[in-house]
Each structure stands twice: as C-alpha cells, then as structure tokens.
C-alpha cells in the first residue's frame, strides 16, 4: 500500500487519469463509471471522459429527431473529438425506439448509448427502468422542470405549445389571446385540434383544476372542434386557409412555417404548456464515457447553439432562440410527467369529450 501512495505521489496528473479510467471502465457498471465521474471537478471530469473515450472511439445513439439535425450534431461532435472514429445512428418514431429498447433489453442485446425523444417518451423508457442516472454538469444551467429531479434525462430543446392561426383569415387584433377567448361565438367551426391531443389536454386540467379544466374543455368540444392528425399537417391546413385557427401547435413548427413564407402567425395562451426533447444515457451503455461526453456536447453552449440555428428552441439558460419571441414575454410551464402515469385516464376523457356527440358534426 505504501509503494502505491509512494507512485501516486510522483506520478504525472493525466498519467493518474488514464489508470483511473483503465480501473473503472475494466468491467466495472455504468453506475460506478458515473459515480467515479461524480467525485471529479470539471476539468478532472472532462479529462477522465476524453481518456476513456480514446479508448472506446465509438458510440450509438438512438434518435427521433430528423437525420439532417442529428447529422449535423454528430459531425461537429466528431470534429471535436476526432478520435471518436464511429458513431452510429438509429432514427426511427417514438414508438418504435421504445420498442425496440425494451427487445433488446429482454434480450439482453444492449447496442445503444444514448437515446434522444420527446418528454413523454423518455419518461416512460425511465419507468422501464432502462435509463441510466447520469448528472450532466452542463445540465445546471437548465431551468426547474426541464431536466430530471433524478438526473435520468435532461432537456436539450423546449417545444412550447402555441395557438397557430392564418394570418389572411385572422386579423391581428382579432386574435385569442385567452383560452376563454377560443369559446366566443365567431370561433363556432372554425377552430381545429391534433386528434391526440391528450399530453396538453391533461396539462390544461392540472393546471387549472380538474373540474375547472373538463368544464372548459366541454365548452371548448361545443365549438364544433376540427380534429385532424399531426402538428405539421395542421400547419400546412392552417396555412392553406382550411382553418382559420389550429389550438395547439409546437412554436418552432409554426415559426419555421412562416420563415417559409407561409401566411401563418402564432400566439401564446397562458398557460403555455411546454413539452420538451430530451436526451438521456442508457442503462447498459456499451461506451459510456463517449456517451457522457456526448450529452454534455449537447446541452453545452456549442451544442445549443447548433439548434437554435436549426429552429429550435435552446432548453439552456443563455442561449436565446432565433426569434427570440419564440420564448421571450411566454408564461411556459413545463409539462408535468407525472400526469403520464394516469394517460389512459386522461385519453379516455379526451375521447369522451371531443366525441362526435359532444362537439357536432366533423369538417
């Protein structure tokens, strides 16, 4: 023992780091790779993750965003650390991500890394228990509610939720400006919504009050609401002049349809829930040092920066989006994950609320 502290006393730093990192990553689990990067400052963490990654030089992440933003992620990740030699991308819906990482869980075939996908979805890979707790330092900077109490996921985007409406059908000053403003007359028929709308409609009862909420909601379905199927093909109605107003819309989609020239604006009603994409390490990672070193890539400065260029909306404090109305003078209020838990309950009432029966005749 002697002879070892004696070593450790004249050994060089970085010599200490990469024996350190030789030590944890030689079968040792992911928890105790976390747990070693945990006990380090910044600097001693960021060096610990480079000698591992040099040792590892691959990673495997599994994403629903589009191939171009996920490409052009990897490729500055790769400029960065060239030494990283291979990295892998799995795209594909929510749906069939969380499929096929409960598969390859049951089969004990553990490929991916990382994992990237909306709120609700990552919520319930966490219940699956195929997360693993990684504290991102870079993770600080995000605000209360954007990031995991447990440290199982952090947001690397935000995607408020706003009223999308044609600018050629709907004057300016005649826009709703409050949720009760949607149950005026002049919006009988006109007024459109995602058929599975169920994340939102449940954050609206919360909000509000159960009972208050489901009261306004059946007011809401008396308007005759329009359901269709999909954000981006809500926008494209919206902008065709098919409706004058669809209720709920992601602020990016509805900003990069007017960066497109379509004749489409936006409002946010308080309370503007916010739904998020977020990015989380797995529970068997095969890489976990480049896997860290990635979700750190993507909730820095440099990493937020490269969406907000794409459109999206920065989760970092400090990185403003482009425009920046996208955020400024919104009252966003995170989505609550725990009302995941009782979404069947929550579908059931939508169902029920925006039948046919309750909201007249479809479009």
């Known amino acids: 023992m002697n002879a070892i502290r004696m070593l450790l006393a004249v050994l060089p730093f970085s010599l200490i780091l990469v024996l350190a990192t030789f030590e944890i990553s030689g079968g040792a689990s992911l928890e105790e790779v976390v747990r070693g990067l945990e006990r380090l400052g910044r600097e001693q963490r960021f060096q610990q993750q480079i000698e591992g990654a040099k040792r590892e030089k691959k990673l495997v992440v599994y994403t629903s965003t589009q191939a171009a933003e996920t490409q052009e992620r990897v490729n500055a990740f ?8 291979e990295v892998d991308s799995y795209r594909s819906s929510q749906h069939r991500i969380l499929t096929r990482l409960t598969t390859e869980s049951r089969a004990k075939r553990y490929l991916a890394d990382v994992v990237d996908m909306n ?12 997360l693993g707790r990684y504290p991102s330092m870079e993770g600080d900077l995000l605000p209360k509610g954007f990031k995991d109490p447990d440290s199982y996921w952090a947001a690397e985007n935000i995607r408020p939720y ?13 826009v709703p400006r409050k949720l009760v403003d949607l149950l005026n007359d002049a919006w009988k028929g006109k007024l459109a919504l995602d058929e599975r709308e169920y994340v939102w409609f449940a954050n609206i009862l919360n909000v509000l009050g159960e009972r208050k909420g489901l009261d306004f909601m059946k007011r809401l379905a008396r308007q005759g609401i329009n359901l269709r199927g999909g954000h981006s093909l809500l926008s494209q109605l919206v902008a065709a002049g098919e409706f004058p107003i669809n209720i709920v819309q992601y602020a990016h989609i509805a900003q990069r349809s007017i960066r497109a020239g379509a004749p489409v604006d936006w409002v946010g009603l308080d309370p503007v829930i916010t739904d998020f994409h977020s990015i989380a390490l797995m529970a068997n990672a095969p890489h976990p040092y480049t896997a860290t070193l990635y979700i750190d890539f993507a909730l820095s400065e440099e ?6 260029r794409r459109g999206f909306i920065p ?37 029920e609320t925006f039948s046919k029966k309750s909201r007249g005749s479809r479009k």
Do not use: C, N, W
Not at 78 to 85: D, N, Q
Not at 303 to 308: D, E, I, T, V
Not at 325 to 343: I, S
């Open 78 to 85: 790769k400029k960065k650390y060239p030494f990283i030699t």
């Open 119 to 130: 709120g609700s979805t990552i919520h319930l890979v966490k219940k699956e228990g195929l």
């Open 162 to 174: 706003v009223l999308e409406y044609s600018s050629r059908l709907v004057p300016r000053q005649g």
């Open 303 to 308: 990493g937020q920066r490269l969406l907000a």
């Open 315 to 351: 989760a970092r404090v400090g990185v403003g989006s482009d425009p920046p109305r996208l955020t400024t003078d919104l009252k966003l209020v995170p989505m609550d994950l725990k009302l995941l838990d009782d979404l069947q309950r929550y579908t059931q009432l939508f169902e």
